[in-house]
């Protein structure tokens, strides 16, 4: 009976790894990252505000609009900001990944914008000193504005805010004028020669971007399936598109990586356990016993809007 229940133990551990998306870097939230969320909330008590690092984290934006069909850019203009911030010399961006798996653990954005004093308690979480979010509006259908406001999280103050808007088909355009509003927000000064290799769009292509932006969200939401028919649509659109290649080697490596772990499950089944249907007189409560409960994987909160005071 032992003997079973430690072989028991030893398949659930294994099923565990199978069904939790893995991944070491990217797009695709990790073990790793959820780990390190449940354990900052865990001791977030301890924490105190990072002091003169130059670190920032990008939150996900509010879309007031009314616009549904404008809520994928509320991962997704942060996704190309975190992508031009961690190529400015002298910056350290907190993974994007992170801040999802934060949202998951604390549930912070299940109900919509909160409340204004969120914003340093999650800069403390996440470590960063300058905390970054922002608004999606609009003046007309065929326009897009966005504001942006810098937190800084030691001060307790706002540093300011940053707008940039422009015609929708430009956006690669609008997020890098509100990239260099926020670099001018945290006093950070670039060289041309930085300015021009920041200035390099992800893609001038809407549509690409926008399949990007989906890709990504469908990704948090463990649907592989989707972020991959997404990642491939946009580079379709454009074979140029950023992201959309490293990500789809992502999921690649993560499906291989569950192959092998499933291989590794029927096996532990195969040589833990019998496989006629007798019992030996030493396991006689298996017999008729509850099913096991196979843990899944939770459901979460796909948003995390803050303002600032």
């Not at 105190?48 to 997704?76: C, E, H, Q, W």
């Not at 001038?204 to 649907?223: C, E, H, I, Y």
């Not at 006629?276 to 796909?302: A, C, Q, V, Y």
Request: one cysteine or more; charged letters at 25%.
């Amino acid at each position: 009976m032992t003997g079973i229940i430690r072989n028991i133990g030893a398949t659930l551990a294994l099923l565990s790894a199978f069904i939790v998306p893995r991944s070491e870097a990217g797009q695709l939230v990790s073990p790793a990252d959820r780990e390190w969320a449940k354990k900052a909330v865990a001791g977030e008590k301890s924490l105190s505000a990072p002091a003169g690092k130059n670190t920032v984290a990008v939150l996900y934006f509010n879309n007031i609009t009314g616009d549904p069909s404008l809520d994928p850019m509320r991962k997704g203009i942060p996704l190309l900001l975190v992508t031009d911030l961690s190529g400015v010399p002298g910056l350290s961006v907190i993974e994007r990944t992170r801040l999802q798996a934060l949202t998951e653990e604390t549930s912070l954005g299940a109900s919509g914008l909160v409340e204004a004093g969120t914003a340093p308690r999650v800069g403390k979480l996440l470590g960063a000193r300058w905390l970054v979010g922002g608004e999606i509006g609009r003046e007309k259908p065929t326009r897009i504005d966005l504001t942006s406001n810098v937190a800084d999280v030691p001060a307790g103050t706002t540093t300011g805010k940053t707008s940039a808007g422009g015609d929708i088909e430009r956006l690669f355009e609008v997020e890098k004028n509100l990239l260099f509003g926020v670099l001018k927000l945290i006093d950070v000064k670039v060289t041309p020669e930085e300015e021009q290799r920041l200035r390099k769009p992800c893609s001038k292509s809407v549509t690409a971007l926008s399949a990007l932006f989906l890709g990504v969200d469908a990704g948090d939401r463990g649907d592989l399936d989707k972020a991959e028919g997404y990642y491939k649509k946009a580079l379709q659109v454009d074979p140029g598109v950023c992201i959309a290649s490293d990500a789809l080697k992502e999921i690649e490596t993560v499906r291989a990586a569950a192959g092998k772990r499933s291989r590794q499950f029927l096996k532990t089944l195969r040589d833990g356990t019998t496989l006629n249907d007798s019992l030996t007189t030493k396991e006689p409560l298996l017999r008729g016993g509850k099913p096991l409960d196979i843990p899944g994987t939770r459901t979460s909160p796909t948003n995390i809007n803050l303002t600032f005071p």
